[in-house]
């Protein structure tokens, strides 16, 4: 096929109008590539868009079950046979396809074994390591793209040679100026509440129920101290049933919002950015977003988060599954302006050294060009 425009299998559980993780990945990486590659995205049902769009260079079925949030055991057993037929189906209906898909979970697990079966070569996203081994080494992998270097030394442990990784510690969000200068930023020094804001999933992994702890211990010795919790997941009657049962009314559950730009100006305008990640966590790209703004971060251990912060420097870092610890970071950066504006200013700095979409881009489309130049 030398000569012609690489044709790519996207297989993204999660895909725009949803926002953060694989969806906000995959799109700004083919927004950089359509005019030299065409994409077939491969994702879940959403009841906010059409099962399928005809973006020109990329062509979007949205025809996989939505079952993120099911128990384990049933996502295994329900995904293959759906997602086989439909995956062979794709390939029928487009011809043959380098695969680049997500790693994690059932939707992950089943792409690799098309791969192998069909062997057909595939590029495999590792964005945490909340997956076993053996679920990362499945497939046709020709490239393994690691979000950070704590990833990469995992996968090296499980026995991927490192010259099949490519590795971004992390990337400049490069949020557009344009859009940065619309959005209004809310100064250190401010009278009234101070707003604390979290993006994330609401999944075990994640670490909310920690957070709503340290929060009930803030509540009680700072009142005028609110956070916001921008995310859904399967944990949201529980966590809903917690903040009742201990009388915890200085958080809100915001669930789901659509609208990215409106995630960007609620981070603008908030005090302080949280994160409680227990487990599993790759580089947060919502971490470096804050730091676009200038917000302090306060976040966990968790994960390839330590490359992004230097506790005291650019944000505070704490131990992962301590409440108490986390309160009383909330607090204490509540109480001080000046370490606010030095952790918000001194984050926006680092942003200016890392690589970027541009650099990652590239990169890929060398790996496309070689895989296409053998099938």
């Known amino acids: 096929m030398k000569g012609e425009r690489p044709k790519v299998l996207i297989g993204a559980p999660v895909y725009l109008p949803r926002q953060g993780g694989s969806s906000t990945y995959f799109s700004n990486l083919m927004e950089r590539l359509r005019d030299r590659v065409d994409f077939i995205v491969y994702s879940c049902r959403n009841p906010d868009a059409a099962k399928f769009e005809d973006q020109g260079s990329v062509k979007v079925h949205r025809i996989q079950p939505f079952i993120l949030d099911a128990p384990k055991l049933f996502r295994y057993i329900v995904l293959p046979p759906i997602t086989f037929f439909q995956l062979i189906w794709l390939r029928m209906r487009y ?11 059932a939707y992950g697990f089943i792409i690799s074994i098309l791969s192998s079966l069909i062997g057909q070569e595939m590029l495999k996203e590792v964005q945490d390591m909340s997956d076993p081994g053996y679920n990362i080494r499945m497939g046709n992998v020709t490239r393994y793209v690691s979000t950070g270097t704590s ?32 959005i209004k930023q809310k100064p250190f020094r401010h009278d009234g509440d ?63 919002v659509p ?13 302080i950015l949280v994160l409680s ?30 490359e992004l912060i230097e506790n005291g420097e650019n944000g505070i870092l704490l131990p992962p599954r301590e409440p108490k610890a986390f309160a009383e970071a909330i607090l204490r ?10 952790l ?16 990652l881009a590239s990169d890929i489309l060398k790996v496309y060009r070689d895989i296409w130049k053998r099938m």
């Open 95 to 105: 011809g043959k396809m380098i695969i680049h898909a997500h790693s994690n979970g």
């Open 151 to 182: 990833i990469r030394d995992q996968l090296i442990s499980y026995g991927v040679p490192s010259d099949k990784i490519i590795t971004y510690p992390s990337l400049n969000p490069e949020i557009p100026l344009e859009v940065r200068k619309s």
């Open 194 to 256: 101070m707003e604390l804001l979290c993006i994330s999933a609401l999944r075990p992994y994640k670490g909310v129920e920690y957070l709503l702890e340290s929060m009930r211990m803030v509540q009680g010795r700072d009142p005028s101290i609110k956070l916001t919790i921008i995310g859904e997941g399967g944990m949201r009657d529980e966590l809903l049933g917690y903040m009742k049962k201990h009388g915890i009314t200085n958080t809100t559950l915001r669930g789901f």
């Open 259 to 271: 609208d990215y730009h409106d995630v960007l100006r609620m981070m603008a305008k908030c005090d």
């Open 277 to 306: 990640s227990a487990s599993d966590e790759g580089n947060p790209r919502v971490i470096l977003e804050a730091f676009q703004f200038e917000r302090p971060v306060i976040a966990t251990a968790a994960g390839g988060t330590p």
């Open 333 to 342: 950066l509540s109480g001080d302006q000046g370490l606010r504006e030095k």
């Open 344 to 359: 918000g200013k001194n984050g926006r700095r680092f942003l200016e050294k890392l690589p970027t979409w541009d650099d």
